[in-house]
Every structure is written in structure tokens, then in C-alpha cells.
């Protein structure tokens, strides 16, 4: 009896990928032919010194920022030929974000900050589910708290829990860890994977941090702007 082969779904194609932006003393190449393929439910971490293009890469699989020439599918859409409002669209529907900075919107409380993707989704459990979410990471007893009362480590557990709110298929995450110390940093890491594996989702994320990379299922190393082999 023949066993099943199930192919990986491609979440994530890019072909020739190339950055080049001109400066005083000439043009500076970022990133210098980047091909790589991320699969479903994948975690993968972009490491690389600073000024390597690890952060220029992640903006551009996730529709960011565009490429000076080469091809981007996310999802499926490719991505590179579409203006900023269709990359958007697309964003919306498949990708969910976690920065550095957490980026809270400081008028609102946490509850509130993870509300609103759900609410722009259109659902009308959205309280509940930011509810669960907030539950989840830990932070049901600080619903009503606004970002300045929250300490580092719990302003980005608001900002995990806003992110996979919105049910993405892709969550990108730039040095997620970055700002905060190493307790806070190994729970943030833990929590990150424990979502991940409930729900399924791709996880692209830039670090420095050796701890964090280990935990991938996939590392991808660039110098000067190419990948390593």
C-alpha cells in the first residue's frame, strides 16, 4: 500500500530579489539575489550583522516595502507588481505584525488595541476573542491598563496578542525580543511558539539573538545582502 505524499503549501516565493537606493556616493546595493521559498506553518528566522538586509528583506516578503527588481508571491498574490493599497489589502487579509517597538496605539487600553483588527475584520464577537487572546498571553487582569502602565514585557504580549488576532496566515516579527531583558525576552520567545503551534501559523522573524533563532524550524543567514549557502 502506497503511503500519501502531501506537498507543503508555498506561502512565501521569492526570485531574484535585489534593493538598490542611491546615496551621496553612489548606488547601495541591500539585498543582491535572494531566492528563497517558505513553506506552511514554517518558523523561520533571518539572522545576519547589522546592515546585512535582514530587515529590508522581511518588509519586502511581507509587502512593506518593494524590491528594486525580482518577484515576491505572498500568499497567493505576487505581491512585487502590485501598488501600495493592493499590497495592503493583502496584508490585511493573510499577514499579522510584531515589532521592536511594540506600537501600541496609546489612546487606547489593551483590550481596545487588540480589538481593533477584529473589529476592521468585521467580526462581531471581536471583544470576546481579544478577550481570549489577552487571556491567553497572560494579561486578562490589565484589560482596561493603557500602554504607558504596562511594562515592556507586557506592552509586546499585547502586541503578540494583537497580531494574531486578526487570524493571520503569515505573522512577521522584526527583533521581537529586542527591547526587552532576558526574562521577559525567554517568555516572549515561549509565547510566540505556543501561539504558533495553536494556530498554525508562518513565522518569519529577524533576530540577533541566538536563542531565539535556535527555536525555528529554519535559519537563513545574510551577508552583504545575499543569503549564505
Not at 166 to 181: I, Q, R, W
Not at 194 to 202: C, K, P, R, Y
Request: aromatic share 6%.
Amino acid at each position: 500500500m502506497f503511503g500519501l505524499y502531501v506537498m507543503a503549501r508555498k506561502v512565501i516565493l521569492a526570485e531574484g530579489l535585489k534593493k538598490v537606493v542611491p546615496t551621496a556616493a553612489g548606488e547601495l546595493v541591500i539585498l543582491d539575489g535572494i531566492d528563497l521559498e517558505i513553506n506552511e506553518a514554517e518558523s523561520v528566522a533571518i539572522v545576519g550583522a547589522s546592515g546585512s538586509g535582514k530587515t529590508t528583506l522581511l518588509g519586502i516578503l511581507a509587502g512593506l516595502d518593494t524590491a528594486t527588481s525580482g518577484f515576491v508571491r505572498l500568499m497567493d498574490s505576487e505581491i512585487s507588481r502590485f501598488d501600495e493599497e493592493a499590497r495592503a489589502l493583502v496584508r490585511g487579509k493573510h499577514v499579522g505584525f510584531v515589532f521592536q517597538s511594540f506600537q501600541l496605539l496609546a489612546s487606547l487600553t489593551a483590550l481596545e488595541n487588540v480589538m481593533l483588527p477584529v473589529e476592521l475584520r468585521g467580526d462581531a464577537l471581536a471583544e470576546n476573542q481579544a478577550i481570549e487572546l489577552l487571556e491567553k498571553v497572560g494579561l486578562v487582569d490589565r484589560l482596561d491598563h493603557y500602554p504607558r502602565q504596562l511594562s515592556g514585557g507586557e506592552q509586546q504580549r499585547v502586541a503578540i496578542a494583537r497580531a494574531f488576532a486578526s487570524k493571520p496566515s503569515v505573522l512577521f516579527a522584526d527583533e521581537p525580543t529586542g527591547n526587552l531583558d532576558t526574562a521577559n525576552g525567554e517568555k516572549i520567545i515561549e509565547l510566540l511558539f505556543d501561539l504558533n503551534t495553536e494556530f498554525g501559523t508562518t513565522i518569519v522573524l529577524v533576530t540577533h539573538e541566538s536563542r531565539l533563532a535556535e527555536r525555528c524550524s529554519r535559519t537563513i543567514k545574510l551577508t552583504a545582502g545575499r543569503i549564505d549557502p
